[in-house]
């Protein structure tokens, strides 16, 4: 076996080792029926591993006023979501009024960013919102409401 994953799986109860596993050096292993493949990295060190992912990596100019925004947007988003899994994971998904202010305000936070994006890219938020709109309900009349993929 090689490195921790395989490791790990191969403690796993009810796990059997897929014969032919392929590409080559690589092992696959079924757990019910979910099966889980493991490509060995042949890297023995992660400062190894650092110095190789650097011949991969680009420089990329992000001088652009969308770019401050974008990234508020998303940091919002991981401030609100982090609150709603402590609430989640220590209340039981049981919502105090005070959690509901919080999240409000980073919803607050998430609604100034995302109006910032729409106004970089000349967008308002009735066109974003009626765009929506419409595609759902033409998901909705073809009965592709559920799924996935843009174009369904």
């Known amino acids: ?30 757990v019910g029926e979910l099966y889980v493949v493991h490509h060995p990295m042949n890297i023995p060190h992660y400062g190894d591993y650092q110095k190789a992912s650097r011949k991969t990596r680009q420089l990329v100019n992000m001088d652009h006023p969308i770019v401050y925004p974008a990234m508020g947007l998303s940091n919002e988003v991981g401030e609100f979501l982090g609150k709603l899994k402590k609430i989640f994971r220590d209340q ?48 909705l009349e073809r009965d592709k409401i559920n799924g996935s993929g843009d174009k369904r």
Not at 10 to 17: S, V
């Open 1 to 30: 076996m090689y490195g921790p994953l395989a490791q790990l799986v191969a403690r796993l109860d009810g796990i059997e080792e897929v014969a032919g596993s392929i590409p080559a050096r690589s092992t696959t292993w079924r």
């Open 92 to 139: 039981k998904g049981k919502f105090t009024e005070r959690d509901k202010e919080s999240l409000r305000d980073e919803l607050g936070d998430v609604l100034w960013y995302f109006t910032q994006v729409c106004t970089e890219l000349g967008l308002t938020l009735e066109e974003v919102g009626k765009s929506n709109l419409d595609k759902l309900f033409s998901r």
